[in-house]
């Protein structure tokens, strides 16, 4: 399994890659899920067919570093590992496909690293978490079990939301609960973006986000008038929990994107 320390900070870093031809797909899971995730839902098989697949787990995630420190959950932080696996790799320039912490990641790289994204598919993403807002996407007292490290009482406190997939269950299991725990913390107070600075991203992005998915949908709606080169497109009846599957619509918005983008 490939993994790579971080030149910032000496953080491991996990990552798959198919080393297939065609452009690179960088794929960014969500918070408490891992790497596995994209090809469990099927979005390997589907996007990888005339594409390089590189799927990492972002830090305090799967296999790597889990750190219980909330100021090593910044941003910057973040996208240093990406940068320092698609430099082990000689990857210059990526497609990047991020689920809401995933996504709101391919955002800061866009708008950090504009050099290294060719496109940029942000799936429930925003630029903004708001306080407490995290405790409505899973269930009141999540942060509480987590501390106490019951990562068993925070995927049951998930689960009465309604069942878990059993990717996603799996993933939430293996969770370090005190590194989600920091994770979180800092989710809402370090990793947010000024509207001014979204409005320097000039990256082709595509929105994808459920229209029961709130406050991120409305706050889509202001990314698409703030970002100068984005679509966004409304998955009907979803939630943030339903955005990734059924994956057919997604694939298929994803295809039509990249081949009218204007690079």
């Known amino acids: 399994m490939p993994m790579i320390n971080n ?4 953080s491991q870093i996990f990552f798959d890659d198919d080393e297939a ?18 090809r469990g839902l099927g979005y390997i098989k ?42 082990h790799l000689n990857v210059e320039r990526v497609h990047v496909v991020g689920y809401s912490f ?6 800061h790289l866009a708008m950090t690293h504009p050099e290294q ?4 598919i942000m799936l429930g993403g925003t630029y903004e978490i708001t ?21 068993e009482g925070f995927v ?11 990717a996603t269950r799996l993933a939430f299991k293996s969770n370090d609960p005190l590194a989600l725990a920091a994770y979180y913390e800092a989710a809402e107070t370090l990793q947010n973006i000024d509207l001014a600075d979204l409005a320097k991203v000039r990256i082709p992005t595509l929105m994808l986000i459920g229209t029961k998915d709130q406050p991120r949908f409305d706050q889509n709606k202001i990314m698409l008038r703030t970002l ?14 339903s955005t990734l599957f059924p994956i057919e619509p997604i694939v298929s918005a994803i295809r039509s994107f990249w081949s009218g983008r204007t690079v």
């Open 21 to 38: 031809g065609g452009e690179p797909i960088l794929f960014l899971h969500g918070s408490a899920l891992s790497r596995s995730i994209w």
């Open 7 to 10: 030149p910032v900070d000496g």
């Open 46 to 87: 589907a996007l990888g067919e005339d594409h390089r697949t590189i799927r990492l787990d972002l830090r305090g995630h799967g296999k790597s570093a889990k750190s219980h420190d909330v100021a090593d959950y910044t941003m910057d932080k973040v996208v240093s590992d990406i940068q320092a696996v698609l430099q």
């Open 156 to 166: 049951a406190g998930q689960e009465t939301n309604g069942k878990l997939d059993p």
């Open 228 to 241: 100068p080169n984005a679509r966004m497109v409304a998955l009907p009846g979803r939630t943030h929990g």
């Open 117 to 120: 994204v060719i496109s940029l």
């Open 102 to 107: 995933g996504a709101r990641t391919g955002l």
């Open 131 to 151: 306080e407490g807002e995290i405790g409505k996407i899973f269930f009141p007292g999540y942060l509480e079990a987590l501390r106490q490290g019951d990562i």
